[in-house]
Each structure stands twice: as C-alpha cells, then as structure tokens.
C-alpha cells in the first residue's frame, strides 16, 4: 500500500517558494513573504505520523482531534483515510487512534487504554516539555499558572496534568482573580502558541501581585511562535496589508494577525486559502505582507501570492529574520512498526524540505 506523494509540499530555504528576486518589474506593488512562516516541526512531524500510520496500517487510521489546526490538511488527510472524531469513545473497540500534536490529558490516555485502543501519540515533544513541567510542578505542591486560551486542546491537555494546581489565566485583567494558597510558591507556565509580547504583560501582572513568581526553567512558548512572530513584526511596518494563511481555530495563525496590527501593519486578514481573498481589501495597497501559521502547508502561500500577482502586485521578495533547523523524531512505536516493515530507513523522520519551514 502506497501513498501518493505528499501534499503538503514544503519551500525551499531560499525563497520560500515565494519567487524572491524573481520578479523585479518596478511598476508593480511589491509583495513581502515573511520567513520563517508555515510549517514547524512538531506539525511536520504529526501529519507525517497520521501519512505514515496510513501507509503502514491502511484506512481507517482514527485522529482524536484535528491532528493540526488546518481545514486544508485535515481534509486532505481526510480523503487518505483518516477519521477525525472529538473523543475516543467515537472510536471503535481496539482500533488504532493518533493523538493530535496539541497533546492530551492523562484522563484521555486512560480512556483510550479502557477501549483497548492502539495509539500513536503525536504530541509534539514542546508541548510534552510543558506537561513534564506541570507535572514535576505539582509534585513540589506549587500553584501554578497556566497562562494560555481557556478552551484550546493544548491547554486542556496540560490542565489536565494537574487539574488541582493549575489555574488557567488567558490575558493581563485575568491575572487580579487569581488566588494562590502561598504566594512564595507560585509558577507559570504557558501555552506554547501565545503571543510573546502579551504573555509578558500577564506575567509581569502576575509578578506584581506575587513578586517570588518563579519562571519555567525554558520558554514555553516554542521557538516555531516566536520565530513566526519576529518575522511578521520584521515586515509588518512596510505593509498596507497583511495577509496571514491559516485556520481559524490556530492559535498561532490568529496571534500572527494581531502581531502585525501591534507592529504597524495598515489592515490584516486571515483567510484559510486564495479564493477568500477579497479585492477590496488591496485597494490602493502598494505593499502586501504575506505569512502563514505553524500549521499551514507551503501551498496554500503560493496560491495567495499567485493570487496576488495576477492583480499586478507582481514584485515578490522574502524576507528572512531566522533559518530553522529543527526536527523530531517520530513516536518511538510507530518508528518501530515502520522499520519491522521496511518503511522507512535508519533516519527516523526526515522534514520534506530543510530550514525554515521545513518547512513545522
Ligand atoms: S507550534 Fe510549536 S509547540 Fe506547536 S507543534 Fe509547532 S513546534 Fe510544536
């Protein structure tokens, strides 16, 4: 069994797919293609896992949850086989579910044991990172502050870690309704997809109520967020608009849009894909900034910018404030499978294109 090849194409490091330097012609509005954008390497990895899981067991694979925050992949994986469904009481006796890359609670894993379920956890290892720091947390009998989105699958995953000690707090005014047993025992942690610049201001909220606030031993936010940000922040002061490709429900992709209008971007939409596009939105716009959340396929990039270029905003250049190296290896168990069956060789999971966006 075979799959076809993959969909989710990603750049090439040096332009981004975005055509730098190609198109110079001088009367045309200029588009700026923010780099890194699109895929990190935790979302490279779990739709790899669910691509993988397919080839090597055949459909139906489960996915509790949208394995990532993307409309695009989640029915592209859809039409392969994949079964997405809320819970894995939705799941068949013994059958074989993936956990998404957002992570789950101990309460779901041993829902999925009591169904006798196969699962392969595609959580990506910085979310399992802010778990463990839950975890060992409570251990040490801190309160300790999730600064995150009530609501979001990563949030409830970690919460779940330690229901007793977290309280989940979602911006600065939240922070003045927080009540702790001991003020000299007291930690955040966060969400990994959350604007860098706000969840400073709630953590400095959070210092001037409990000055001993101890930090995280890392940054939670992961390094795929906060290079997105840095490189929308770079271009957003030049553009009339600013587009950012992703889906509704990604927090990263929506923190993009509220980063760009915090650095001086005129306007900013998200749509999912091109035919979303508004021609309204680009009246008068001389320069168009282009990005795309963590979760989001080089494609759907190309297709706005050609969008873009047939209205004559024909000059495309990239814009690069980091170049993104990281990898993770595929859950151990799958790895395994794969090699007793001759799937996949002595590397354990190889991004489809290196560098920035390897491109997670
Ligand atoms: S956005 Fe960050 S935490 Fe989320 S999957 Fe990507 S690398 Fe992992």
């Not at 392969?120 to 060992?136: F, S």
């Not at 709630?202 to 840095?230: G, H, K, M, W």
């Amino acid at each position: 069994m075979s799959l076809p090849s993959p969909s989710f194409p990603r750049p090439p490091q040096d332009d981004g797919g975005a055509g730098s330097g190609q198109d110079q012609t001088p009367e045309g509005g200029r588009v700026l293609v923010a780099a890194p954008r699109g895929y990190c390497a935790g979302v490279d990895r779990a739709v790899d896992v669910v691509e993988k899981a397919l080839e090597l067991y055949g459909p139906p694979i489960y996915v509790r949850k949208e394995i990532v925050h993307n409309k695009y992949v989640v029915e592209t994986l859809s039409e392969r086989g994949a079964i997405f469904v809320q819970e894995v009481d939705e799941v068949p006796e013994g059958a074989r579910v993936v956990f998404s890359a957002h992570g789950v609670s101990p309460q779901v894993v041993a829902a999925a044991q009591e169904r006798h379920l196969a699962t392969i956890d595609a959580t990506c290892p910085l979310v399992t990172k802010v778990h463990r720091e839950a975890v060992r947390f409570a251990r040490e009998d801190y309160d300790i502050i999730l600064v995150g989105h009530q609501g979001h699958e990563e949030v409830e995953g970690t919460f779940g870690e330690a229901p007793d000690h977290i309280q989940v707090v979602g911006s600065p005014d939240e922070v003045d309704s927080v009540t702790v047993r001991d003020p000299s025992r007291v930690v955040w942690i966060s969400q990994t997809t959350l604007s860098v610049d706000e969840t400073r201001q709630t953590v400095d909220r959070l210092r001037e109520r409990f000055p001993e606030l101890t930090d995280p031993p890392s940054d939670d936010i992961c390094y795929a967020t906060q290079n997105r940000q840095v490189a929308v922040k770079s271009i957003a002061p030049d553009v009339d608009v600013m587009i950012v490709v992703g889906s509704a429900n990604s927090s990263n992709s929506v923190r993009l849009l509220e980063v760009a209008l915090d650095a001086g971007a005129g306007s900013a939409h998200r749509v999912d894909r091109a035919s979303e596009l508004r021609e309204e939105w680009f009246e008068g716009a001389q320069t168009v900034g282009v990005t795309s959340g963590a979760s989001v396929p080089e494609v759907l990039v190309r297709d706005v910018i050609a969008w873009l270029k047939e209205r004559g905003l024909t000059h495309v250049e990239q814009v690069r404030t980091e170049t993104e190296t990281t990898t993770f290896a595929l859950p151990r168990n799958l790895r395994m499978e794969l090699k007793k069956s001759g799937l996949i060789d002595a590397r354990p999971h190889a991004p489809r294109q290196s560098g920035a966006n390897h491109t997670h």
